[in-house]
Nanobody, 131 residues
């Protein structure tokens, strides 16, 4: 059974940092594309960062480039999202997702909008950025 469990969400001040974790079970995440999405109140879910299984590279939404870094620990079967220089606009529930048919999905820029085609999701973790 595929399971994704996020953790690490918290309340921080603008300019602060957080690291989110996504623990995977039921499959070896090393071989599949994994992504982080977020959803702010009243807004549609959007892609934030993605690691493509096709090339091992990270792909990012324009709004977080240079501030967020996606990575994974193969031994722990866990993915991470390091978030630096946080802004109030980063406030949202953050989700990790995967899909076994998404090998090259995040190499196409529109991936950030196509949240609805990903098959597996975690329960989400809240990030609040406020002074």
């Amino acid at each position: 059974q595929v399971r994704l469990v996020e953790s690490g969400g918290d309340s921080v001040q603008p300019g602060g940092s957080l690291r989110l974790s996504c623990a995977a079970s039921g499959f070896n995440s090393e071989y599949f594309t994994v992504a982080w999405f977020r959803q702010a109140p009243g807004k549609e879910r959007e892609g934030v960062a993605c690691i493509s299984s096709s090339d091992g590279l990270g792909y990012y939404a324009d709004s977080v480039k240079g501030r967020f870094t996606i990575s994974r620990d193969r031994a722990k079967n866990t993915m991470y999202l390091q978030m630096n220089s946080l802004k109030p606009d980063d406030t949202a529930v953050y989700y990790c997702a995967t899909d076994f048919e998404a090998r090259t999905r995040c190499t196409i820029p529109t991936w950030v909008r196509n949240w609805h085609i990903w098959d597996y999701w975690g329960q989400g973790t809240q990030v609040t950025v406020s002074s």
